[in-house]
């Protein structure tokens, strides 16, 4: 890989996305900030990133649109270059219960976490494959490895999400890239933030750490994943979520 790496982060406006760009940023990547609906908050990390002396670009797409990930690709790559890092944090959630989900509920979930994936990656793999390097990160969820009530869609487009991770790994480790799933826990976000107070007790009575975590403690561990010096893990799942799923 260059000296500059080149990174795309997936709804890197707001929340751990935001905090992955900006952590990367710092690490040297030239960071691609990818948003879908809060182009202001888009603008404010790459203002952020600049003032700070690094390189960044805003990059519109919806990661649920095949031809939107193949533009955004091509804008990135005419004026950053090839992505060597690409980190797949953009997801939603709409939750109900099973009984009570709309059929729209649970396809926006899997076509906004799942399928935006398979388009993320496939556009980048070309390009990784022809330099024999590269990193994927996919950031998943607890939930996708233990469940939870209300959340049947995003569990299993989050569950596939490992899945994925770990069929890629297996398809390409041998031509030098790296694929890799982060698994928050509960992180205080605006996808958080909505939940009512009662359940957000609940959640942080299962946290053996007795806190919430923060964007930037998973944006540590994902700029860990992009370094050099993570370069023999591969085709994990790293759970940050405070012990939660221990
Ligand atoms: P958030 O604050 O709600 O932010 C969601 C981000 O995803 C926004 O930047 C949003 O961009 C982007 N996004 C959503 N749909 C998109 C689409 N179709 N195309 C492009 N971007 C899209 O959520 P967060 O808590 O930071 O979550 C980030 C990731 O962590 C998600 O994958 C989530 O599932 C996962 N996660 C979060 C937690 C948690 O406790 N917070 C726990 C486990 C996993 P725009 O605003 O531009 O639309």
């Known amino acids: 890989m260059s000296e500059v790496k080149i990174a795309l982060v997936t709804g890197a406006g707001r929340g751990i996305g935001r905090a992955i760009a900006i952590e990367l940023a710092k690490n040297g990547c030239a960071v691609a900030v990818n948003y879908n609906k809060s182009s202001k908050a888009a603008e404010d990390v790459v203002n952020l990133i600049e003032l700070s002396g690094g390189t960044a670009m805003a990059v519109k797409a919806d990661v649920s649109s095949f031809t939107e990930v193949k533009e955004m690709f091509k804008s990135v790559n005419e004026k950053l ?11 939603i959630t709409k939750d109900n219960l099973l009984m009570r989900m709309k059929e729209e509920e649970w396809n926006e979930v899997i076509s906004a976490n799942l399928t935006s994936l398979f388009y993320c990656a496939k556009e980048a793999v070309r390009s990784m494959l022809k330099a024999r390097a590269g990193r994927i990160i996919v950031i ?80 540590k561990v994902v700029a860990f994943l992009a ?13 940050v979520d405070g012990g939660m799923t221990m």
Do not use: W
């Open 81 to 91: 270059g090839p992505i060597e890092i690409l980190v797949c944090n953009a997801g």
């Open 140 to 219: 998943s969820s607890v939930t996708g490895l233990v469940g939870n009530p209300g959340q049947c869609n995003y569990s299993a487009a989050k569950a596939g999400a490992t899945g994925f991770v770990k069929s890629l790994a297996r398809e390409i480790g041998s031509r030098g890239v790296t694929v890799n799933a982060v698994a928050p826990g509960y992180i205080a976000t605006d996808m958080t933030s909505v939940l009512s107070e009662d359940v957000q007790n609940i959640m942080l009575r299962n946290v053996p750490l007795g806190r919430e975590g923060t964007p930037e403690d998973i944006a």
């Open 227 to 239: 370094s050099d010096g993570a370069s023999y893990i591969h085709g994990q799942v790293i759970a």
